[in-house]
Every structure is written in C-alpha cells, then in structure tokens.
C-alpha cells in the first residue's frame, strides 16, 4: 500500500495553483476559499475476494480517490466548472500513479452539498493494487 495522495497533488499542480490534501479540507472549518481550490482525498478502500489457486492470501485492493474542486461563486452567479472539470479528467484518467497501481478509471461525480459563496464538485477516480500477505505463518 503506499500513499497516492502526494502523487495525485503532484500531477494536479501542474496544472492548477491550489492543490491540497484532506487535512488542509479539514482546517478550511467554516472559512469559504478565496480562489480555486483543489482537495484530494482517498474515499475507499475495497479488497476483492482472495485470490484462490496462488498459495498465498492474496487480494486485489481497489481504491477511489476524490478530487474536490471548490470554486468561490461570487454575486450570486454560478461559475461554470466545466473547463476545469474536464482538466482535472484530462490529468488523471488513464494515468497509472504509482508502478504497482492500474491506471486511474472514472468514478462517480457530482454537485456537493456547500455552504452560500461557494460550488463543490467531487470527481472520483479508481485504481487497484494486488497485496499478498507477507510474513504471515
């Protein structure tokens, strides 16, 4: 198992100024961004049924990630995300992030519930890994 999170913030900073992770979503508190902001945040971990036949206990571990895009919406006017949206796609759909992971499939998305002056849009993206159980007798 090994942490992608650094790797997916990463790969969106190439493109966008404010990429964070789940800690930094969690001070944000009652505070609204200020500009655009992206926040990536691991949403499940789900291993398969063993793997029979191998001699070890093995699984395969699927992942999804969310990308939060969180857009300030000033004056009453709904920013159109769809650009945006689609860049975030562009970077992370088919892209493998780490050797031991399957390249990123699209997930479910969708408009987030959020507070007045901002829109939230959660994108997911999935991935899985083989583990074995190393060491166990």
Sequence with gaps: MINLEPLIIAR????????????????????????????????AESPAPLIEGTGLMRHRIGNSYGVLLVTPARNNQRP??????????????????????????????????SRKGVIAWLSRFNTQYTEDAIGVS
Excluded at 21 to 27: N, Y
């Design 12 to 43: 969106l900073k190439t493109q966008f100024a404010d990429v964070e992770g789940l800690t930094e979503l969690a001070e944000l508190g009652d505070r609204n961004v200020s500009r655009q902001t992206l926040f990536v945040i691991e949403m």
């Design 80 to 113: 159109d995300i769809t650009a945006d949206r689609q860049q975030i796609r562009d970077l992370l759909f088919g892209w493998a992030p780490h050797e031991d992971y399957e390249p990123f499939s699209l997930g479910n998305g969708g408009l987030q519930p």
